[in-house]
């Protein structure tokens, strides 16, 4: 009987031993357990968003910080990295020399023209989601809808543009109109987000047009060259015609002065010797003979000179000879 009660102690005594064992060991793992899924890290770019029975409740900052169990659940939402959306291809290796995709992104990236041509155009968003709680619980994924409204604002714009504006001068002018769209329509929707910049990457002709559109670009490059040829010779002979006419011109209005101020000279003079004839005409008449023959003698060859007898002819003949000699 004792060996048998014996027996019958040990093992109960050997279970009770090993039950509390295991309980203690139980109890120890839901605390590690609750206290594993109580606690979370924040990162330094992030900040948590806590939500209990789906509801929000709070927002945690960056380090070590607490939630219920089960009750609560936990969003980290990267506030501070800058994010981007790429259009018309993807990033399959980025590094020092990174790889691009086009597979599948023909729909997002082929568009028509204001000029009903098409253009393939690529380009990034990039943003920064500033409002954790209405990226998160005001729109349904907003990653998603933010895709939609950039594709459908450079559509829009690019549909306002000829395809030459789109390829060249007017790439700056269209990714700041679609940055300005996509903000408005952020702020509208409640995303969350800010829009940091809009990059055009790459814009060409779609490849089965390439080699055509290359011709008329060609083409119209050629005719560019030509005309500033022809800008350039005019810019020569014309100014040159011009200044030379506008020299014929003053010095045409120069005789015509000079000519029409010499006829008002000898009309003054004119009128002034006809007063004086009128007042004294012989003694005019005798001053303008006298003053004429002044001006006209001198100019004659051999002179004459006889009164009104005709004596004294050949002395006067002989004295002019011999001083000719």
Known sequence: MAETNYMRSGPVTWLGKYGQMV?????????LLLLVTSLFQIGPEEVGVITRFGKYVRTVDPGLNLKVPV??????VAVERQQKEEFGFRTTQAGIKSEY??????DESLMLTGDLNLADVEWIVQYRIIDPYSYLFRVREPVTTLRDISEASMREIVGDRTVNEVLTVGRAEIAMSVHQKIQALCTEYSLGIRIEQVVLQDVNPPDPVKDAFNDVNQAQQERETLINQARSEYNKVIP????????TIQRAEGYATERVNNALGESARFNALYLEYVKAPEVTKRRIYLETMEE???????????????????????MQLNSKK
């Open 23 to 31: 309980k203690y060991f139980l109890i120890a793992l839901a605390v």
């Open 101 to 106: 995709s086009k597979t599948g992104t023909a």
């Open 240 to 247: 040159k015609a011009k200044g030379q006419a506008e020299e």
């Open 296 to 318: 006209v003698v001198p100019k004659l060859g051999n002179k004459i000179i006889t009164d009104e007898s005709g004596t004294n002819v050949l002395p006067l003949l002989q």
């Open 71 to 76: 009750i609560e659940r936990l969003y980290k």
